[in-house]
């Protein structure tokens, strides 16, 4: 059954943590119709139940869209719908000082935009009401003190050049879903460090920038020691014309355009580098994996659970992809305002793997990647 939009819902999740707090948070999510951000009377009476709440520290909305439409569209729509929200909050005698808001756009989805009730249900804002009531420090606790799943740490590194020269360069830390958390900006000598506190068993994204560089990307999780977040060394390779560099950690959901949250934050990076420099016209190369051991392309129908044009053999639907993801990649940086004469799209199918006879995962994913090819690049000069 086709659901055109959905009621509001409301639930309310509490935490205990046995010291001398107990945490709450009370959340609620409102959804809209397409292409409208005004809340209907019972989304309001929703809000309006929250606006009750006291002893709260914050309140965090996040706005959401389906897939339909292009990312300049969805993101002022998300914006209209988490300003909607936050100006009935505040009618209602809400502070706007602690209330943070973010409009992730199409971004980050909450369903997979598999079919109309998974688009209704991306159509929404999330709130989250956060605070803490302290409770009787003399109260006897006996039970055992659970682990705390976050933990400070320090992060440092040194970058440097291809020719071991150190570089000045700016880091940024992204969460999962491409938020930044902290930036830091490399000393003369190319090292850099900070302190902050990240979730156990997530991971993170660390990128690296300096204007006349090709960016770099570090994916860190603490609790994985083959990810990493101490005793960096990066290499930041100069631009150059003619080269080619792999995106690094840009990754797509299985089988489609569509990019995993992690990676908008290299994008975001490659988006500052083609706005500094001017002249730099690239080229955006998609790859695909499919290695040779695998059955004659031409004659295997391509199958998945996710989009595939009909009658498409694998053959054509790897062209068709690599095309399709160089393609997102364009579109992500015109949307964003770098001019569209200033790039263009190829995909090459399976035609140029990394390793043509893959075997690990590693390796495969390495074959799926996106390059980018500087065509043409005049270096600033300084009079």
């Given at each position: 059954m086709q659901i055109k939009y959905l009621n509001s819902v409301l639930f309310?999740?509490?935490?205990?943590?046995?010291?001398?707090?107990?945490?709450?948070?009370?959340?609620?999510?409102?959804?809209?119709?397409?292409?409208?951000?005004?809340?209907?009377?019972?989304?309001?009476?929703v809000i309006d139940s929250l606006i009750k709440i006291k002893d709260f520290e914050k309140i965090i909305l996040k706005g959401h869209?389906?897939?339909?439409?292009?990312?300049?569209?969805?993101?002022?729509?998300?914006?209209?719908r988490v300003n909607t929200v936050k100006t009935q909050l505040i009618l209602g005698g809400i502070n706007n000082e602690v209330i943070e808001t973010k409009a992730l756009g199409k971004r980050i989805?909450?369903?997979?935009?598999?079919?109309?009730?998974?688009?209704?249900?991306?159509r929404c804002v999330e709130i989250e009401f956060k605070f803490k009531t302290k409770i009787n420090e003399s109260e006897t606790i006996l039970t055992k003190l659970p682990a705390t799943d976050e933990v400070?740490?320090?992060?440092?590194?040194?970058?440097?050049?291809?020719?071991?020269?150190?570089?000045?360069?700016?880091?940024?830390?992204?969460?999962?879903?491409?938020?930044?958390?902290?930036?830091?900006?490399?000393?003369?000598?190319?090292?850099?460090?900070?302190k902050t506190i990240l979730k156990k068993n997530e991971d993170y994204a660390l990128t690296y920038y300096n204007d006349s560089s090709f960016i770099s990307s570090k994916i860190i999780n603490i609790s994985n020691s083959r990810l990493p977040y101490k005793n960096l060394k990066t290499i930041l390779l100069k631009l150059k014309e003619g080269n080619k560099y792999i995106l690094e950690n840009l990754n797509f959901e299985g089988d489609t355009s569509q990019l995993v949250a992690l990676s908008i934050s290299p994008l975001?990076?490659?988006?500052?580098?083609?706005?500094?420099?001017?002249s730099l016209i690239i080229k955006i190369e998609g790859h695909v994996n499919y290695p040779n051991s695998w059955p004659n392309p031409k004659f295997e129908k391509r199958v998945s659970e996710k989009y595939v044009p009909k009658g498409m053999n694998s053959y054509e639907f790897n062209q068709w992809l690599s095309d399709e993801r160089a393609k997102m990649i364009y579109n992500y940086l015109v949307e964003k305002g770098i001019n569209a004469n200033r790039m263009t799209t190829v995909g090459y199918g399976a035609k140029h793997m990394l390793y043509p006879?893959?075997?690990?995962?590693?390796?495969?994913?390495?074959?799926?990647?996106?390059?980018?090819?500087?065509?043409?690049?005049?270096?600033?000069t300084i009079n």
């Open positions: 309310l999740k509490i935490i205990f943590v046995f010291s001398v707090k107990v945490l709450f948070s009370q959340n609620a999510t409102v959804y809209f119709k397409t292409n409208d951000y005004s809340l209907d009377k019972k989304s309001i009476q869209c389906d897939n339909l439409g292009n990312h300049t569209l969805n993101d002022e729509l998300s914006t209209n989805p909450l369903n997979k935009n598999l079919n109309e009730n998974d688009r209704a249900l991306n400070e740490i320090i992060i440092n590194g040194i970058i440097s050049n291809e020719n071991k020269k150190p570089l000045i360069a700016e880091i940024s830390l992204n969460d999962k879903n491409g938020n930044e958390i902290k930036t830091a900006t490399s000393s003369k000598d190319g090292k850099y460090t900070f975001n990076d490659l988006y500052k580098l083609m706005n500094k420099n001017k006879d893959a075997t690990t995962e590693n390796e495969m994913a390495k074959n799926r990647r996106v390059e980018i090819n500087i065509v043409s690049y005049k270096r600033k």
